[in-house]
């Protein structure tokens, strides 16, 4: 690998570097009149014929300058003219001038000139990128808005190395999943909202919330030690300007679902909310039915208003607000096949149809108050009210079968499954950075974080002999399938996670060559979980008919409860006063209650040698402890029923940075870190699916209670112009005792998390190119490309194992689960200028390649999630100063999303579907 960066090295020093660039930005006000903004005033670079004017509110904007020194010329009519000399242009950065004119030129002391980076724009994110000193890489709200990225799950997937999951916001980094990455909001830990994963689902933050996101390969010693793939890093938007209102709104349809009758949830509103919450689960059973209603006309809509401004507060201080509010919703509707594969094919849908409605609630804000040019404070709060609901239909044609049929085995097994589940997310942060003197300094945050998720009322019918209700015999009808009494069900669930964390960064700096960071962060973290089930258990067991599929709340109503059926709970309230499980309210079937305290110290150094070399070497003392309390069914008598661990990790780390040139850099980190186990992979409570059941394994938390880590990461990057860059990475990890998702050798074919065996390797490479192909003659780019490529390397050994579950493999090594050999990520970006018309087009296309649902084992072949390539299209176009109107079409190649068993005789489907094109149109409006 060494060889191959010297080889690229030397051809691409021979090759002639753009020269560097970088911008002057600012305010002009007006002086005699309260400082007002000062609107269409001349900004001159004096000696040239480079310049611009100030926009409505006094902001401008001279882009594309050489590297050099300059004098800034201010002008207007009726106003004496500003010279503001020795103005220092740097590459890739935008050196700030605000200043006011009035009838007579302002002082110079009035001038405030200081180089700021943008943090949202893409030289900026680039020049970022450049001096960091460890591996990481940016998306801003630029390049997010040129895109088209409507969510930071979309945002992310467009990094080198990311891939996303299809159907859902979690996101793989260098082929490994979701126990193995980090999200953090503004530098805070975040909470997830879904039990089954250990980060949040990044498709809620939408991207009116986002200034940029950041996703670091490397491990340093600020980051939690929990650490392999990678920290993605949301920093939230802030404001600093003048007042102004931006409004929006769009609409778009899925050519799968927009000529079905869609349908919905009993209960759920437009705006994805459950109204009877607060009702006990009996009484919702009891007095609400369970056939789905119709909904509205799947057209899918979008909008919101974002809003800002700032205020001076004395000579020195100023306040600034920003605030933001968005809805939108989506229909989609998948036709597939739906297999239940164990040891044996157990359940098999040929022809199966699901009806998503799903929407999403954002409202942000974000308050800054500036006290002087040393402190300042910043309090942001987020709540997202995620929710989808899903009316599935399995087995349409009448030719579902199941193994375990009673009537026939053969045809006719059919499924209704209609629920609802929401995700109320509640952030609120307090961060906030002070420059104690000229060598001191420190950045501070607290958050609290709560998540309630919900899945109220989850109803599954089985029928069998579906088929002749197909026949159009009214003498003939299907009959409820019978074999327990939860063949027929109402399910309720409910988690609620609570989260404190804090963190502080000492800064110092002892000199130019070398700068100290000592620091803390900690988390202290809750989950309560508990479900129940309500199962419709018939008088006459599988001789009762079904005389209408259309009309079942015929039959589920209360006049028949003790004639036709009796309700049937897990564990009744109190048998002793005669309270049975039958026809009354019960308790929780399964509970459980984790605790999760992470306690960190570390320091680093950053040494400068000469201009070339940057180390820092680093450490972090990490306390772990994470105990789990649980009640559940299905647990051998002479389990204690809790299982808890704590370690102390010592996590060293190096990193390295040498710059080759002023434009190039070749970097180097190693570092140890850990993994530990999410709640949800400990936790023995197992959620059935209709056609798979996903549960925990609690003796993850006994020896070993971790994984350990090896990373070593090498990388070269050249900076060769503005928005311009190539790089060439390689990447190795040893995961000791690794964890995988491992699908049961038996007739539940359950699926849990075990340490599989004693190590797993993986060896991957990465290369990235930016390029404008054709640039205006201010070097604005017109035409331009970019394309990232992921290629990997996986294996792992494989042992059995006895515990609490039991693993058996008939194979000593296999890949990774969740690694894709090979992602690619690519753009097209075409922006023309007609006169005052200037449209932005891009298309954007991803691949990843098959990778590793969950290991078989036993005989049981892998569950393998097939390549997926998509292509979207976003055609952006700003009318005059105000008015946008754009335009997308996504998922144009509409690829089948298929998940297949492994078999000796063949690849067995499990799941298989299309999602459909999205086309819309927004309409934006900047007051």
């Given at each position: ?354 009806f998503e409605y799903s929407t999403n609630t954002t409202a942000m804000a974000n308050i800054g108050y500036k006290i002087n040019n040393n402190h300042r404070l910043t309090f942001n709060s987020l709540f997202i009210n995620d929710a989808t609901d899903e009316v599935g239909y399995f087995g349409i044609g009448g030719n579902g079968t199941n193994r375990d049929a009673i009537l026939n085995t053969d045809k006719g097994f059919y499924q209704m499954n209609v629920q609802f589940d929401q995700d109320m997310v509640f952030v609120n942060q307090l961060t906030g950075k002070s420059r ?407 298309l954007i296309v991803s691949y990843f390649s098959d990778r590793i649902d969950a290991l078989g084992s036993g005989q049981l072949g892998n569950i393998t999630e097939k390549s997926v390539t998509t292509l979207d299209f976003v055609w952006k176009n700003q009318i005059g100063d105000h008015l946008e109107i754009n335009a997308s079409a996504k998922n144009l190649l509409d690829p089948t999303i298929e998940r297949v068993r492994e078999n000796n005789g063949g690849d067995i489907t499990i799941s298989n579907y299309k999602r459909g094109i999205n086309v819309g149109l927004q309409l934006?409006?900047?007051?």
């Amino acid at each position: 690998m060494i060889r191959v960066f010297q080889i690229l090295i030397f051809v691409f020093s021979t090759i002639v570097v753009a020269q560097d660039v970088g911008s002057v930005a600012g305010s002009l006000s007006d002086k005699d009149n309260n400082n007002e903004p000062l609107p269409f005033a001349n900004v001159i670079i004096k000696g040239t014929s480079k310049g611009t004017t100030t926009d409505f509110d006094g902001n401008y904007l001279l882009d594309n300058i050489a590297v050099g020194t300059y004098t800034i010329e201010f002008s207007f009519v009726g106003y004496e003219t500003l010279e503001v000399p020795n103005v220092v242009i740097e590459a890739g950065k935008v050196t700030n001038i605000t200043t006011a004119l009035g009838a007579s030129a302002a002082a110079l002391d009035e001038v405030i000139i200081k180089t700021t980076a943008r943090k949202e724009s893409e030289v900026a994110l680039l020049l970022d990128q450049k001096k960091a000193v460890t591996i990481k890489q940016s998306i801003g709200a630029d390049e997010l808005s040129r895109k088209g990225v409507s969510d930071a799950a979309a945002a992310v997937s467009k990094i080198s190395g990311i891939s996303k999951q299809q159907g859902g916001g979690n996101v793989y980094v260098r082929g490994l999943g979701d126990r193995y990455l980090n999200t953090t909001y503004n530098g805070l830990t975040v909470p997830s909202n879904d039990i089954e994963k250990k980060n949040i689902d990044l498709g809620l933050f939408s991207s009116d919330v986002i200034q940029n996101i950041g996703v670091s390969k490397t491990h340093a010693a600020n980051f939690y030690g929990d650490f392999a793939a990678g920290n993605v890093d949301i920093v939230s938007k802030e404001y600093t300007g003048k007042f102004f209102i931006t409004a929006e709104t769009g609409s778009s349809i899925n050519t799968r679902a927009v000529d079905k009758n869609f349908v919905k949830s009993e209960g759920t509103s437009f705006f994805g909310y459950y109204n009877r919450y607060d009702n006990n689960p009996f009484a919702v059973v009891v007095s609400h039915g369970v056939d789905p209603e119709s909904a509205s006309g799947p057209v899918a809509f979008t909008g919101a208003i974002t809003t800002g401004n700032s205020w001076n507060v004395g000579e020195e201080s100023r306040l600034s607000v920003f605030g933001t509010v968005s809805f939108s919703n989506d229909f989609e509707y998948r036709r597939g096949t739906q297999v239940d594969f164990t040891t044996v094919e157990k359940k098999r849908f040929p022809d199966s149809e699901e009806f998503e409605y799903s929407t999403n609630t954002t409202a942000m804000a974000n308050i800054g108050y500036k006290i002087n040019n040393n402190h300042r404070l910043t309090f942001n709060s987020l709540f997202i009210n995620d929710a989808t609901d899903e009316v599935g239909y399995f087995g349409i044609g009448g030719n579902g079968t199941n193994r375990d049929a009673i009537l026939n085995t053969d045809k006719g097994f059919y499924q209704m499954n209609v629920q609802f589940d929401q995700d109320m997310v509640f952030v609120n942060q307090l961060t906030g950075k002070s420059r104690l003197n000229d060598k001191l300094e420190v950045e501070y945050g607290i958050g609290f974080n709560n998540v309630l998720a919900r899945q109220p009322d989850r109803k599954r019918i089985s029928v069998e002999r579906y088929d002749l209700a197909l026949d159009n015999d009214p003498n003939t009808n299907p009959f409820f399938y019978s074999n327990i009494a939860f063949d027929n069900q109402r399910y309720f669930q409910e988690i609620t996670d609570n989260e404190l964390n804090a963190r502080v960064n000492l800064n110092y700096k002892h000199s130019e060559e070398l700068t100290f960071n000592f620091g803390y962060n900690g988390r202290s973290k809750t989950r309560e979980f508990e479900n129940v089930r309500y199962g419709y258990d018939f008088i006459n067991g599988t001789s009762t008919e079904v005389p209408d599929i259309n009309n079942l709340d015929a039959v589920f109503s209360p006049e028949n409860i003790g004639e036709l059926y009796d309700i049937f709970v897990f564990n009744a309230i109190d048998p002793s006063q005669g309270i049975t499980n039958r026809n009354n309210p019960g308790l929780p079937e399964n509970i459980y209650e984790g605790e999760l305290n992470v306690q960190s110290a570390y320091v680093d150094a950053e040494i400068k040698s000469g201009e070339k070399w940057t180390f820092v070497p680093g450490l972090r003392l990490e306390y772990f402890d994470q105990r789990i309390d649980y009640d559940v069914i299905n647990v051998i008598a002479t389990d204690p029923g809790f299982r808890e661990a704590d370690e102390l990790f010592i996590l060293p780390s190096l990193n390295i940075k040498y710059a080759l040139t002023e434009d190039q850099n070749l970097r180097f980190s190693a570092s140890r870190t850990v993994s530990t186990p999410e709640f949800k992979e400990v936790a023995p409570f197992v959620y059935e699916d209709v056609t798979q059941r996903i549960g925990g394994n609690p003796d993850l938390l006994t020896d070993p209670a971790f994984s350990s880590i090896l990373n070593l990461d090498l990388k070269y990057e050249w900076f060769f112009g503005r928005s311009e860059l190539f790089s060439l990475g390689a990447f190795a990890k040893q995961i000791n005792d690794p964890v995988n998702l491992v699908v049961a050798n038996d007739a539940t074919g359950t699926q849990r998390f075990a340490r599989t065996g004693d190590k797993a390797e993986v060896l991957g490479a990465e290369i990235e190119i930016r390029k404008n192909l054709m640039v205006d003659e201010d070097e604005n780019s017109i035409f331009s490309t970019g394309a990232n490529v992921t290629v990997m390397h996986t294996k792992q050994d494989l042992k059995s194992s006895q515990g609490f579950i039991s693993t058996t493999f008939d194979r000593d090594s296999d890949e990774l689960q969740g690694a894709s050999p090979l992602l690619i990520n690519a753009d097209v970006s075409y922006s023309p200028t007609f006169g005052t018309y200037k449209p932005v087009a891009n298309l954007i296309v991803s691949y990843f390649s098959d990778r590793i649902d969950a290991l078989g084992s036993g005989q049981l072949g892998n569950i393998t999630e097939k390549s997926v390539t998509t292509l979207d299209f976003v055609w952006k176009n700003q009318i005059g100063d105000h008015l946008e109107i754009n335009a997308s079409a996504k998922n144009l190649l509409d690829p089948t999303i298929e998940r297949v068993r492994e078999n000796n005789g063949g690849d067995i489907t499990i799941s298989n579907y299309k999602r459909g094109i999205n086309v819309g149109l927004q309409l934006k409006y900047n007051f």
